[in-house]
Every structure is written in structure tokens, then in C-alpha cells.
């Protein structure tokens, strides 16, 4: 065991904490934000622009950004977006106060807090594995529990008190997530500096992020990593669309009933990221992966034919396992496997592939209830998650996955960790 092992999850600890800070003011802000909005204007096509704003910065500068964390020092690039987010929030937090808010401004609010947490999360995704050594036992029980906690706070905890803050007023909701992000930049710019990649002098910014995204697109195992979330976009997103029609009008579940069925899926998520890292052990990471995948198509198949509100709520626990693991696994591997030096690149990459699928998926949802049944997206969403699970199974295989960890420790030399037994249970804890 290396002395940088040993040190490791002190840093980690200030990360976790920074990260779940800021996943709590972002529960907050995503349950008040749609609600602000509804309190300036009742057009659902206004609505749903302040929506989408968030998101319009993945699909314009995905790779881009990521090309920028590559060249920037990753902490200093998380400390400073999420300064710059809070100091953000007191603007509308300002017109609210003054009675001068709009839908525009919103709109904008939510495309810079967009921006700020595309690089923020690629440069966390960037950073993660230098902290951590790149090991892949620890990657993978890191993911476990910064998947938890953004799953409790964001999806239990915020939301809820997003809801109650906004009762004292507009400004406190978004004054409480302005004050989340100002201390996750604190607790960020006290973590331990890490050595910046060594810069692709001779490269322009373009050929930088077109390196990136090449080098998924050549890697099979890196291209069926990228393939499961962007799938499982269309298919979620589509099932999302039509989600609460079909609780309504098949289940019979009012707007309380239909409150527990999502929060049974969020706690599917959380037991599945727990579990992750023992699947991992006991399967392989790839046939971990596999059937992960295969899990939540036939989990969405299970919610398609479900007969009562009981056996839906079981299947999207079952589906939120699926997810939860799956988001713990990819990412974790990705780290373990991606040079330093084009880590933001493709961690950009493979995220703007899963947010470019997610209108596809809601415009599909929508077009197949209209044109046939409200059961129908489901079913489709089904049959879409098994097909890509049966297409990428031979790209994230366990051998294929071997054989980018052997690449990646002698890659990095002989103490590279990957080079060392993943599974050694002497590390001591994360946090």
C-alpha cells in the first residue's frame, strides 16, 4: 500500500461534503425554479424554455468545455464555477426582492448555471481519479457514495425543502442555493492541488476536443460506456414524458401516490450505487455492466405491463437499482482507463451524447402515446434498453475490460494502481 493511498481520503472527504453540499442547493433550486416560473407565467411552452435552458449548454459546448478543463487546472476550475454560481443566484435572487422577475431572466439564470456546471462536473470527473490515484477499487466505492449522496439530496432532500423555502419567499430558495455553492467553493479550494496534464502546445482548442472525442469514438470499450447513458436516455427520457399520464390514467394514482413512485425509484438508486462495487467484485465490472443494463429494460417491461400502483412502484425501485449501479460502474471504469490529459475531454464527450439523446427520447415518448397507447413508449423504452444491452455487451466485456486496465498500469509504469489488486479491502475508508 502507497503513502498516496493512505493520504487520499482525507481530500476526498472535502470533496464528498463539497459535492453534497452543492447536491442539496440543487434540489433546492430544482424544485423552486419550475415554481417561480409558474408564479410569472401559466404558457407551457415558457415553461419548459426556462426547462431546457439548463441543458443547452451541453449540447452547445460539451466538447468544448471539456477541451478547456484539460488545459485548466482542475480544482481551481471547480472552485470558481461554483463561486461564480453563487454569486449568480443573487441576481434573481435581487429582481425577486424587487419584484423585477421574468421568464428571460430565468431562462439565463438557468443556461449560466448550465454552463457552470459543465465544467464544474467535468473537472470534478477529471479530478476525482488524480486524488484518488486512480485506483480502481477506490474509483469505484468514491462513485458509490457521491452518487448517494446527490441521489438523497437532490432527489429527498431538496426537492422538498425547495418546495418549503419558496413559502417564505422567491428570494430565500435561491439565496439558500447561492450560499450551497458558496461553500462547496471553499471546501473545493482547500483540497489538495494536483500536477496539471502536460498541454498539447501544438494543438488548437477545436483539434483539442476533436482528439477527445475521436479517442471515444476508436475506443470500443469507451464508445459502449458512452452508448449505455445515451441510450438509456431516449428510453427514460421517453418513459418520463408519459410517466405521470400513465400513473393518472392506468394506476389510478393521484399527484401524492405519484410523489412515492418516484421516490421509490430514488431509493432503488441509492441501494444500487451501494451495491455497485460488490457486483464489480463478484461479477467483473463488465458483466456487471451487462446485467445492470438488462436489469432496468426488464424492470421498464415489468413497469409497461404493470396491473396495480404496487407492482409499478416495485418495478421503478428495481429500474433505479439498474440506473444507480450503472452510474456508478461506467464512470468509475472510464477513470480508471482514460489518460489524464483527455479525461475532461471524454468525460465531456460521453456526457453530451447522453444529453443530446434526451430530447430524442422525449419527442419519441410523446409521438408514441399520441399515435398508439400510453403503454406504448413503455414498451418501446423496454425493448430499446434490451437491444442496446444485448449490442454493447461484447464492447464493455470483462476480458475487453481487463485489457484497458493492464493498457492503463503499464501505461502509467509499474506503480501505476491499476497495476495492484483492485479488490484489496486493506484501503482504508473514503471518507
Known sequence: MTSGVRKSPIGFGRLWTAQTVS???????????????????????????????????????????????DRWDRR??????????????VIPAA??????????????VAFLLGLGGLFFDTAATAYLPELLGRAPALLERANARLRGAQTAMSGFAGPPAGSALLALGRTVPLLA?????????????SLPAMPRPVPEIRESLLQQARAGASYVFRDRLLLGLALRPAVGNIAFLAVE??????????????????????????????????VASHLGRLLGTG????????????????????????????????????????????????????PARLMGRVASTSRMLAMCAAPVGAFLGGWLATTYDIRTPLYAA??????????????????????????AAAAGGPDHPASRDSTQESAPGLL
Request: charged share 10%.
Open 23 to 69: 447536491s442539496l442547493g440543487d434540489g433546492v433550486s430544482h424544485a423552486a425554479l419550475p415554481l417561480i416560473a409558474l408564479t410569472l407565467t401559466r404558457d407551457p411552452m415558457a415553461l419548459a424554455v426556462v426547462t431546457a435552458a439548463g441543458t443547452l449548454p451541453w449540447l452547445l459546448f460539451g466538447v468544448l468545455g471539456g477541451a478547456l478543463v
Open 382 to 407: 423496454a425493448g430499446l434498453l434490451l437491444t442496446m444491452t444485448a449490442v454493447t455487451r461484447s464492447m464493455t466485456s470483462n476480458r475487453r475490460v481487463e485489457a484497458a486496465l493492464r493498457a
Open 177 to 189: 442555493d447561492a450560499v450551497s455553492f458558496l461553500l462547496s467553493a471553499l471546501l473545493v479550494r
Open 95 to 108: 429582481a425577486a426582492a424587487l419584484d423585477g422577475l421574468s421568464i428571460p431572466l430565468l431562462a439565463s
Open 76 to 89: 481551481r476550475t471547480m472552485w470558481v464555477m461554483d463561486a461564480a454560481r453563487a454569486v449568480l443566484l
Open 241 to 274: 414524458t408519459v410517466l405521470a399520464l400513465f400513473a393518472h390514467d392506468r394506476l389510478g394514482i393521484d399527484t401524492y401516490g405519484f410523489g412515492l413512485l418516484l421516490t421509490a425509484e430514488a431509493t432503488g438508486g441509492l441501494l444500487g450505487a451501494g
Open 287 to 338: 458483466t456487471a455492466l451487462t446485467c445492470t443494463a438488462a436489469v432496468e429494460g426488464l424492470a421498464v417491461l415489468g413497469l409497461a405491463a404493470a396491473p396495480n400502483p404496487y407492482v409499478a412502484g416495485l418495478a421503478l425501485a428495481v429500474c433505479g437499482a439498474g440506473m444507480g449501479a450503472t452510474m456508478v460502474l461506467g464512470p468509475s471504469l472510464r477513470q480508471a482507463v482514460v
